[in-house]
Antibody, heavy 122, light 106 residues
Framework: EVQLVDSGGGLVQPGGSLRLSCSAS????????MSWVRQAPGKGLEWVAN????????YYVDSVKGRFTISRDNAKNSLYLHMNSLRAEDTAVYYC???????????????WGQGTLVTVSS | DIQMTQSPSSLSASVGDRVTITCRAS??????LNWYQQKPGKAPKLLIY???SLQSGVPSRFSGSGSGTDFTLTISSLQPEDSATYFC????????FGPGTKVDIK
C-alpha cells in the first residue's frame, strides 16, 4: 500500500525557516516525480513545487521561487521542502503528493500525505 | 498561467440526484484535466484523470467528460458519502487547480 507521511510543520515567525519532510513507503520512491501542494485555511489547493526522480529537475510556483527548495533522498525514501523567508501568506497545510504521468494527458497526483500545518505568525 | 474556474461554487442536492459540476480553462488544455474529492480535514483523493478515466477504486457513479476548455464531473446518483468539495486540476502547463465546488446533501 502506498503511504506518504508528512511532518515538520509548526508555528514560525515571519522571516523564519522551516523544513518539511515526507516519508514514502509501499512503492519504488526513486521511480516517481514528487510534489508539494498547499492549502491555506478555508481556501483551495495550490501546487508549490515538484522534483524529478533523480533530483536533476525542480520546478516552483512563482510565489515561492528563491525562498523554497525542494529536495529528495532516494536512499531514505524521503522528500523535503526547505522554506526560508516565510511570510504570513505561506500559512497553509502542506501535502506531499506522488506525481503520475499519463501519456498524452499530463500529470495527476494519485497519492497524498495527510498534510502538515505551517503557521507563519508573530 | 492557465486559470481554472468552476461552477457552481456550491450546491445542495438529495440522495439519488444526478449532480454535474463544470470546470473551464482559460485556454485549451486538451484532455490534461483531473478531478479530486476532498472531505473536511482530509487530503484530496484522485477521482478522474485525463478528463474521463476513472481512477482505480472509485465508484462508477463518478464520471468525467470534456476536452479543450470545458469539462464536467458527473455523479450519477448522489450518495451521503459524496458530501465533499471537488476540485479540477490542469497539467497542460504550470499545474493549477480550480477554486472548488462544495457539494452538500439536502
Amino acid at each position: 500500500e502506498v503511504q506518504l507521511v508528512d511532518s515538520g510543520g509548526g508555528l514560525v515567525q515571519p522571516g523564519g525557516s522551516l523544513r518539511l519532510s515526507c516519508s514514502a513507503s509501499g512503492f519504488t520512491f526513486s521511480s516517481y516525480w514528487m510534489s508539494w501542494v498547499r492549502q491555506a485555511p478555508g481556501k483551495g489547493l495550490e501546487w508549490v513545487a515538484n522534483i524529478k526522480q533523480d533530483g536533476s529537475e525542480k520546478y516552483y510556483v512563482d510565489s515561492v521561487k528563491g525562498r523554497f527548495t525542494i529536495s529528495r533522498d532516494n536512499a531514505k525514501n524521503s522528500l523535503y521542502l526547505h522554506m526560508n523567508s516565510l511570510r504570513a501568506e505561506d500559512t497553509a497545510v502542506y501535502y506531499c503528493a506522488r506525481d503520475l504521468e499519463v501519456a498524452a494527458a499530463g500529470t495527476n497526483f494519485d497519492s497524498w500525505g495527510q498534510g502538515t500545518l505551517v503557521t507563519v505568525s508573530s | 498561467d492557465i486559470q481554472m474556474t468552476q461552477s457552481p461554487s456550491s450546491l445542495s442536492a438529495s440522495v439519488g440526484d444526478r449532480v454535474t459540476i463544470t470546470c473551464r480553462a482559460s485556454q485549451s488544455i486538451s484532455s490534461y484535466l483531473n478531478w479530486y474529492q476532498q472531505k473536511p480535514g482530509k487530503a484530496p483523493k484522485l477521482l478522474i484523470y485525463a478528463a474521463s478515466s476513472l481512477q482505480s477504486g472509485v465508484p462508477s457513479r463518478f464520471s468525467g467528460s470534456g476536452s479543450g476548455t470545458d469539462f464536467t464531473l458527473t455523479i450519477s446518483s448522489l450518495q451521503p458519502e459524496d458530501s465533499a468539495t471537488y476540485f479540477c486540476q490542469q497539467s497542460y502547463s504550470t499545474l493549477t487547480f480550480g477554486p472548488g465546488t462544495k457539494v452538500d446533501i439536502k
